[in-house]
């Protein structure tokens, strides 16, 4: 048999398998049992406004304040990072490989309940504060690498040439290298708002008051008052409206950088 021959059959054949397999989800589902537990009109309409207003609106909020702090964290950790001076860049190691290393959720935790409870704290904003602040943490961590890699990444002719006309190592920093820095890793950042947007469903693991509920907590909360999923389904739909566009955003990035090489 001719190598285009077997691709061409191969191809058939999985064509063959998926369309059985959908065949079979639809002929085997309990379309009855879906529709009532997870799309059940009467229950949706319940949600609204309610799940725009202060769900969605939280969870927007939640991410852009964890988004700043994590990328003002990022980059001083970064330059700790890059610094000659050693205890500053040994200082910055440790909190990076910690703070990647462990699960955000177990640091939401210790923040919210640990934390106060060991020093007598009060975090600003309460527990939904206690959650932001370990959301930056945690994102200041993975910033702080993406930062340094693209700083790494620039040209070093560039900070040379900048040298050469004078300018000292900080502006040369700031005018130089952090702008053309910013510019390769907008994709990766970009990436990472994307993830803090879903990390901010861990934040119910914190105890959130009725006003300062996201998403995930704003489900669960209706699944167990209605004793129904389709709370759920609303949630996950609007996880999507909001990150689907964001993804679509870093692949055009990731192109548009790829034919700047």
Same mark, same amino acid.
């Given at each position: 048999?001719?190598?285009?021959?077997?691709?061409?059959?191969?191809?058939?054949?999985?064509?063959?398998?998926?369309?059985?397999?959908?065949?079979?989800?639809?002929?085997?589902?309990?379309?009855?049992?879906?529709?009532?537990?997870?799309?059940?009109?009467?229950?949706?309409?319940?949600?609204?406004?309610?799940?725009?207003?202060?769900?969605?609106?939280?969870?927007?909020?939640?991410?852009?304040?964890?988004?700043?702090?994590?990328?003002?964290?990022?980059?001083?950790?970064?330059?700790?990072?890059?610094?000659?001076?050693?205890?500053?860049?040994?200082?910055?190691?440790?909190?990076?490989?910690?703070?990647?290393?462990?699960?955000?959720?177990?640091?939401?935790?210790?923040?919210?309940?640990?934390?106060?409870?060991?020093?007598?704290?009060?975090?600003?904003?309460?527990?939904? *504060?206690? *959650?932001?602040?370990?959301?930056?943490?945690?994102? *200041?961590?993975?910033?702080?690498?993406?930062?340094?890699? *693209?700083?790494?990444?620039?040209?070093?002719?560039?900070?040379?040439?900048?040298?050469?006309?004078?300018?000292?190592?900080?502006?040369?920093?700031?005018?130089?290298?952090?702008?053309?820095?910013?510019?390769?890793?907008?994709?990766?950042?970009?990436?990472?708002?994307?993830?803090?947007?879903?990390?901010?469903?861990?934040?119910?693991?914190?105890?959130?008051?009725?006003?300062?509920?996201?998403?995930?907590?704003?489900?669960?909360?209706?699944?167990?008052?209605?004793?129904?999923?389709?709370?759920?389904?609303?949630?996950?739909?609007?996880?999507?409206?909001?990150?689907?566009?964001?993804?679509?955003?870093?692949?055009?990035?990731?192109?548009?950088?790829?034919?700047?090489?």
């Amino acid at each position: 048999m001719k190598p285009s021959t077997r691709r061409r059959l191969t191809r058939g054949i999985l064509y063959a398998v998926f369309v059985l397999a959908v065949v079979a989800v639809v002929l085997l589902a309990d379309w009855q049992a879906i529709g009532v537990n997870f799309f059940d009109p009467e229950v949706a309409r319940a949600a609204f406004p309610t799940i725009i207003t202060v769900a969605v609106k939280n969870t927007v909020v939640y991410t852009i304040i964890a988004f700043i702090g994590g990328l003002i964290l990022g980059l001083i950790l970064a330059l700790m990072k890059l610094s000659p001076v050693g205890p500053y860049r040994w200082a910055a190691t440790v909190y990076i490989e910690i703070f990647r290393g462990l699960p955000a959720l177990l640091v939401i935790f210790a923040m919210a309940f640990a934390v106060p409870i060991a020093f007598s704290w009060r975090p600003p904003g309460g527990n939904a *504060g206690a *959650g932001l602040i370990a959301l930056i943490m945690v994102s *200041g961590a993975y910033i702080a690498e993406t930062i340094r890699a *693209g700083i790494q990444a620039v040209p070093a002719g560039q900070t040379e040439a900048a040298r050469s006309l004078g300018m000292g190592p900080a502006w040369t920093m700031v005018s130089v290298t952090l702008p053309q820095a910013f510019r390769i890793i907008t994709p990766p950042l970009t990436n990472e708002l994307v993830i803090l947007i879903k990390d901010t469903s861990l934040l119910f693991i914190a105890g959130m008051a009725m006003q300062d509920r996201e998403l995930t907590t704003f489900a669960r909360d209706s699944v167990s008052q209605n004793a129904n999923s389709t709370p759920l389904v609303l949630a996950a739909i609007m996880y999507l409206i909001i990150t689907l566009p964001l993804t679509q955003l870093v692949a055009k990035l990731e192109r548009h950088n790829q034919r700047g090489r």
